[in-house]
C-alpha cells in the first residue's frame, strides 16, 4: 500500500528565506510523485511532478523537488520565498504499474512572513 | 483549452436529502477522479471513471456514486446526506495515462445542516 507523510501541518518562513517543504512516501513499487498547491477557496494546480526521468525535478513559480530512493523523500524547495507563496502545499504519490488513484498526504499550510 | 469545471459551486443540503454534483473534465481527457477534502481528513480518493467504467474506488460507503457519460462528463451522488459529508468535493481530469498530470476542478462546496 502506499502512503504519504508531509512533516508539519504549518510551515512560516521569512520573505527572501529558502522554503523547505518535507514529504516522506511509502510504496511498494516505483512511485510517480507529484506536488500540488491549493490557494483559498481553488482546486488543485500541480506544481512538479517525478516521473524518473530526472531525480531533480523542476516546476512552475521556482520551486524544485529532489527524488531520494534512499530516503524515500521527495521535499520541496524554494530559494527564495515570495508572499504570493502562501498557500496549502500536497504532496502525493501514485503507482508507476497501476492507473490514476493517486494518494495525497495531510498538506503543508505554507505561511510567509514580511 | 478550457479547464475542468464543476456544478454547482456551492450547494446546501440537509440530513437524508441527496445531492447530484457535475463535472465537466478538458476536452480529450478520459479519466475523471472525484475526491472529499476535509479539514480532519484531508484529500481522499472517492473513485475514478475512465470510458464511462469505474476503474478505481475509494474506502467510501455505498452511498457516494458516479457515473460518467459518453462525453466524459462525470456526475456524482451521494444519497442520505449525513452531516460529516460536508466537505468540498473535487474532481480532476486526465488522459488516464499512470504518468499524466490530473487537472483539478474549483471544487464544489457542500454543507449538509
Known amino acids: 500500500a502506499q502512503s504519504v507523510t508531509q512533516l508539519g501541518s504549518h510551515v512560516s518562513v521569512s520573505e527572501g528565506a529558502l522554503v523547505l517543504l518535507r514529504c516522506n512516501y511509502s510504496?511498494?513499487?516505483?512511485?510517480?510523485l507529484f506536488w500540488y498547491v491549493q490557494y483559498p477557496n481553488q482546486g488543485l494546480q500541480l506544481l512538479l511532478k517525478y516521473t524518473s526521468a530526472a531525480t531533480l525535478v523542476k516546476g512552475i513559480n521556482g520551486f524544485e523537488a529532489e527524488f531520494k530512493k534512499s530516503e524515500t523523500s521527495f521535499h520541496l524547495t524554494k530559494p527564495s520565498a515570495h508572499m504570493s507563496d502562501a498557500a496549502e502545499y500536497f504532496c502525493?504519490?501514485?503507482?508507476?504499474?497501476?492507473?490514476?488513484?493517486?494518494?495525497f498526504g495531510k498538506g503543508t499550510r505554507l505561511h510567509i512572513l514580511p | 483549452k478550457a479547464g475542468v469545471t464543476q456544478t454547482p459551486r456551492y450547494l446546501i443540503k440537509t440530513r437524508g436529502q441527496q445531492v447530484t454534483l457535475s463535472c465537466s473534465p478538458i476536452?480529450?481527457?478520459?479519466?475523471v477522479s472525484w475526491y472529499q477534502q476535509t479539514p480532519g481528513q484531508g484529500l481522499q480518493f472517492l473513485f475514478e471513471?475512465?470510458?464511462?467504467?469505474?476503474?478505481n474506488k475509494g474506502n467510501f460507503p455505498g452511498r457516494f456514486s458516479g457515473r460518467q457519460f459518453s462525453n466524459s462528463r462525470s456526475e456524482m451522488n451521494v444519497s442520505t446526506l449525513e452531516l460529516g459529508d460536508s466537505a468540498l468535493y473535487l474532481c480532476a481530469s486526465s488522459s488516464g495515462q499512470p504518468s499524466d498530470t490530473q487537472y483539478f476542478g474549483p471544487g464544489t462546496r457542500l454543507t449538509v445542516l
Open positions: 471513471y475512465f470510458s464511462e467504467t469505474q476503474r
Open positions: 510504496s511498494s513499487v516505483p512511485p510517480y
Open positions: 476536452s480529450g481527457h478520459r479519466s
Open positions: 502525493a504519490v501514485s503507482d508507476q504499474w497501476r492507473d490514476d488513484k493517486i494518494i
